[in-house]
C-alpha cells in the first residue's frame, strides 16, 4: 500500500488561504484515486475533495465548491488542496486519503491508506 505523508496546515484568518500537499511513497501513485477528508472535534470524518487518477473528474463537497481546489502531479507522487478564502467551519484536522476503487467516492471505507493527519485553523 502506499504510504502518505500531508503537509502545509496551520493557523490562518477567517479568508485567508492554505495550501496542503500530500507525498506519497511505497506504491504506484498514479494507480490511486486520491481524496482529501477533515475531521473536526467531535465529529465525524467527511469527505472533502477527490480527484480520479488522470486528473479528469474531480468532486467536492457543497460547502468547499468554489474555494478549494484539488490537484494532482503524478510525476511527482502528490496531490494538492488549495483552500482559499477560509471560514472557521473548515477548522479540522485534514488527511489524505487513497482509493484503489474504481470511481470517485465520498465513503472513508473505499480508501485503504491514509495520512496521519495536518491540522488547520481557521480565526474568525
Known amino acids: 500500500q502506499v504510504q502518505l505523508v500531508e503537509s502545509g496546515g496551520g493557523l490562518v484568518q477567517a479568508g485567508g488561504s492554505l495550501r496542503l500537499s500530500c507525498s506519497a511513497s511505497?506504491?504506484?501513485?498514479?494507480?490511486?484515486?486520491m481524496g482529501w477528508f477533515r475531521q473536526a472535534p467531535g465529529k465525524e470524518r467527511e469527505f472533502v475533495s477527490g480527484?480520479?487518477?488522470?486528473?479528469?473528474?474531480?468532486y467536492y463537497r457543497d460547502s468547499v465548491k468554489g474555494r478549494f481546489t484539488i490537484s494532482r502531479d503524478n510525476a511527482e507522487n502528490t496531490v494538492y488542496l488549495q483552500m482559499n478564502n477560509l471560514k472557521p467551519e473548515d477548522t479540522a484536522v485534514y488527511y489524505c486519503?487513497?482509493?484503489?476503487?474504481?470511481?470517485?467516492?465520498?465513503?472513508?471505507?473505499?480508501?485503504?491508506?491514509w495520512g496521519q493527519g495536518t491540522q488547520v485553523t481557521v480565526s474568525s
Open positions: 486519503a487513497a482509493s484503489q476503487r474504481d470511481m470517485i467516492t465520498t465513503t472513508p471505507t473505499a480508501f485503504n491508506s
Open positions: 511505497g506504491g504506484s501513485f498514479s494507480d490511486y484515486i
Open positions: 480527484i480520479s487518477r488522470t486528473s479528469k473528474y474531480t
